[in-house]
């Protein structure tokens, strides 16, 4: 086991070279509903317990089940109304689940990305092989129903093993080449985008997901009200915004359609998409537009400058 | 249902003052009254918690709050903790340089070993450093090897007073926790404060087997971390209830002489994008007030001290 995940360096948020957004945009926003499928009855994993309650788990179960049914809808005419894309993070067992709503996505131009094959199928205690299988099986996945190379990962209910980002990209490669698993919302720790160290030493960047931003996080966990979320995004895109006329930044709002959706709570939701958007220089965009475009542009760059700011002060004492 | 022993109704400790000879019972109204420097009536002591949680957390004897929780390797909490070092920290020193306050820091010496470029920035800032523990997920706790933690309080003040260039004179145990023996060694050890007792508003004389040390207050309710992430209040929240406690202690202090504003504050806490106005919004009110005195932890110290 490792105190450090090794994925990457430091990089301290000062001085670093200036990144220009098109058309000379501070923020790159983007929004990335996860779109998921939670099971009624799913194999036990030894290292994390899916349900509180022995089956069948209603209360979790029919939550999220309710944010397929109804909430899907209402999010994506949301969306569309202010112009934003969506960035799926995807069960893809969704796709033979409902079909319908990856028609629907797919019909917007919707990026799809994956979130593993359930979300209530852990990468705890998987050998590598195992979780290889499980990766190459969810970036098929959204190629069979959609045609898209998957660009991006976020693991099933963010768990991970130490390989989770190498195998990443290792299989988008052998599927479809460099333009698939380019990029992993797995981390967070930075919000402007920065390079991961890979074993293959393939060009891959880490793209801000604000877990912080994260609808589940702020309900669940924070136990927010949904004027106090609303708040908190436009607080969240104010700063982002100012500072990224120093230097381009990334404001990421990830949803669930069984919480931000909900009637009580959508409306704080929109007011801070209405806010944001309203915005002159803001690219509303994509994960995957945001990730080919940093490491068309700015992945060297970042490179050089990281060895520069290790070697300012060497090794003290 | 067992029994309880005869002994369970035996009070041995019971008479009058504490239940241990640690300090002696006194309080604050019966105290001497404190004069700052200028006559000010607030000393402010903000202090910065720059942590390093790793990865690998073995949680001994206890997981520490705001630590890891999910299984290894937890990507989430380490990444989001680590967001402070990178992104968090230069948000608070512009802050602070914005509003002329002076922060201490309280740093784990392992966070100095990993990041020469974060410490080399805080030894140009000449900013007071105290050691924060190795990191933190060393706990001190009850029934600890003597010679072991012994060896881990030597490790971290030797580690940080090496990369620091500073005569590191405070401390802070990681999750402000304890074993029996810890005063004792720090003292050994060229510690003259700590900041782990949170049960005063100044300071006072605590007795150990190699000196005295003082005891600094550091109030945990009033912490970012504990308000926002175990109360579950929002940063505005923080910031009112940190605007409320500086008005009390200001009213107090006409009456009974200095008090002092201690605020335990965290990076990874305070410096996401959506909070950071909000300790903004408390260093210009506190930096707009005559009769606050910002300064280090250190020179509360000295000020108190000379007083005594």
Redesign the interface.
């Known amino acids: 086991?490792?105190?450090?995940?090794g994925y990457y360096d430091?990089?301290?948020?000062?001085n670093r070279p200036k990144i220009e957004w098109p058309n000379g945009a501070k923020v790159a926003f983007w929004v990335a509903p996860n779109i998921e499928f939670y099971e009624l009855n799913p194999p036990n994993n030894p290292?994390?317990k899916p349900w509180p309650q022995p089956n069948p788990a209603l209360p979790g179960y029919t939550s999220r089940d309710w944010g397929n049914r109804v909430g899907h809808i209402r999010q994506m005419e949301l969306l569309e109304k202010y112009g934003i894309r969506g960035s799926i993070s995807l069960s893809t067992a969704l796709c033979d689940h409902h079909p319908e709503i990856i028609e629907l996505c797919a019909a917007r131009n919707w990026e799809f990305f994956s979130h593993g094959i359930y979300n209530t199928r852990?990468t705890?205690g998987m050998t590598e092989a195992q979780e290889r299988e499980m990766i190459k099986d969810s970036i098929e996945t959204i190629y069979k129903h959609t045609g898209q190379k998957c660009a991006g990962y976020l693991a099933p209910a963010?768990?991970?093993?130490?390989n989770t980002l190498d195998l990443f990209a290792e299989v988008g490669t052998e599927l479809f080449g460099d333009e698939a698993g380019i990029y992993s919302c797995?981390?967070?720790?930075?919000?402007q985008p920065t390079p991961i160290n890979l074993r293959s030493g393939k060009r891959f960047a880490s793209i801000p997901y604000s877990?912080?931003?994260n609808d589940t996080i702020a309900y669940l966990v924070?136990?927010?009200t949904p004027r106090?979320y609303g708040?908190?995004?436009k607080?969240?895109?104010?700063?982002?915004y100012t500072?990224g006329a120093e230097s381009g930044t990334i404001?990421c709002i990830p949803t669930h359609n069984y919480q931000v959706t909900n009637a009580h709570r959508i409306k704080a939701y929109e007011e801070a998409l209405e806010y944001i958007t309203g915005h002159s220089d803001v690219w509303v965009t994509t994960g995957k537009e945001i990730a080919q475009f940093f490491l068309d542009n700015y992945y060297d760059i970042a490179l050089e400058d990281i060895k520069t700011?290790?070697q300012?002060?060497?090794?003290?004492? | 249902m067992a029994s309880l022993d005869s002994d369970y109704l035996k009070y041995p400790e019971r008479s009058y003052g504490m239940d241990h000879d640690r300090y002696e019972w006194s309080m604050l109204q019966n105290r001497k009254k404190v004069t700052w420097p200028n006559g000010k009536k607030i000393a402010l002591w903000i202090n910065v918690g720059v942590q390093f949680f790793p990865l690998n957390q073995k949680g001994i004897p206890f997981k520490v709050p705001g630590g890891m929780t999910k299984p290894y390797p937890d990507l989430r909490h380490y990444s989001l903790r680590d967001y402070g070092n990178r992104i968090g920290i230069y948000r608070f020193f512009k802050a602070l340089d914005n509003y002329n306050i002076t922060p201490t820091f309280a740093m784990n010496t392992k966070l100095a070993e990993r990041y020469p470029y974060l410490l080399g920035t805080i030894r140009e800032r000449n900013n007071e450093l105290l050691c924060h523990g190795y990191d933190m997920d060393k706990l001190h706790y009850g029934g600890q090897d003597n010679a072991e933690e012994t060896e881990l309080i030597k490790r971290s003040l030797d580690g940080l007073r090496k990369l620091s260039g500073q005569d590191i004179k405070g401390w802070i145990s990681p999750a402000k926790n304890e074993s029996e023996n810890t005063p004792d060694i720090l003292a050994a050890n060229g510690i003259e404060y700590f900041c782990d007792w949170v049960n005063d508003d100044m300071p006072y004389n605590f007795k150990t087997k190699n000196g005295t040390l003082t005891a600094m207050p550091l109030s945990t309710e009033l912490e970012d971390r504990f308000i926002i992430l175990n109360n579950l209040h929002s940063a505005e929240d923080w910031a009112n209830q940190v605007e409320d406690a500086f008005e009390f202690l200001l009213k107090e202090s006409k009456t009974s002489g200095g008090r002092i504003l201690s605020l335990n504050i965290h990076p990874w806490v305070l410096g996401q994008p959506h909070r950071i106005q909000y300790l903004e919004r408390v260093l210009e009110k506190l930096s707009d007030n005559p009769e606050v005195w910002s300064t280090s932890a250190s020179k509360i110290l000295s000020a108190w001290k000379n007083q005594q």
Do not use: A, C, V
Request: charged share 40%; hydrophobic share 25%.
């Open positions: 086991m490792k105190e450090d995940p430091y990089w301290p948020y000062e290292f994390r852990y705890y963010l768990s991970h093993s130490e797995d981390l967070f720790h930075d919000d877990l912080e931003m924070q136990k927010t106090s708040k908190e995004i607080d969240n895109f104010d700063r982002l500072e404001m700011k290790k300012k002060y060497g090794k003290l004492g």
